[in-house]
């Protein structure tokens, strides 16, 4: 019974309503929370760094996605402009490795096309000692849509044959189709426009 009444002083007593007594043990949940102005402003600095450290994620995600995009974009540019050097730089003592290199660089029935043409294409050439040059005045990417694009070009050609000295250089203007084939960049069409 002792301990009973024990018991019912220790409830009873001013002690055991306002917090705990030395010797009894304490879970940290019965502890109260105390809401200071230093525990307020660490919360709020905790949470800004995280909303900064997403936002600069996000942020650092999207410049790196437009980089990649405008590498990509450079790089069919790059094969439209060297396609139209190639197509336009043609000398006869050169002739064949010339015209091999325009069929590395094509695909599909553009590379087909070409094929069946180079061997008169070349004689013709060889024939009247033709040389021409070209010279990429302007590219620009017209479109892209993943795996092809389509760049157009402004070349000014300058030729000269066994009977004709060098002329004034013409102005071609061409819409060139380049498509990846694999890890390459392949010409897949050209056409001339005005």
């Known amino acids: 019974m002792a301990r009973h009444a024990d018991t019912a002083e220790l409830t009873d007593s001013p002690a ?104 008169p294409f070349v004689d013709v050439v060889k024939q009247a000692k033709s040389k021409s040059e070209g010279a990429v005045t302007e590219a620009g990417l017209e479109s892209l849509q993943g795996d092809h694009g389509q760049v157009l070009v402004s070349v000014q050609v300058k030729t000269s044959t066994n009977d004709a000295p060098p002329g004034d250089a013409r102005t071609w203007r061409m819409r060139i189709d380049v498509q990846r084939v694999g890890a390459d960049l392949k010409v897949a069409n050209i056409q001339f426009v005005q």
């Open 16 to 119: 055991s309503a306002d917090g705990p007594e030395a010797g009894d043990s304490v879970e940290v949940g019965d502890l109260p929370r105390q809401h200071t102005p230093a525990r307020r402003v660490v919360a709020a600095a905790m949470a800004a760094a995280v909303v900064l450290a997403a936002l600069g994620g996000w942020l650092g995600y999207r410049d790196y996605r437009a980089h990649q995009r405008q590498t990509e974009e450079q790089r069919f540019v790059t094969v439209g402009r060297q396609a139209a050097l190639n197509l336009t730089t043609i000398d006869y003592t050169r002739a064949d490795s010339d015209v091999a290199r325009i069929l590395d660089s094509a695909t599909g029935t553009f590379q087909d096309d070409f094929q069946k043409r180079a061997k």
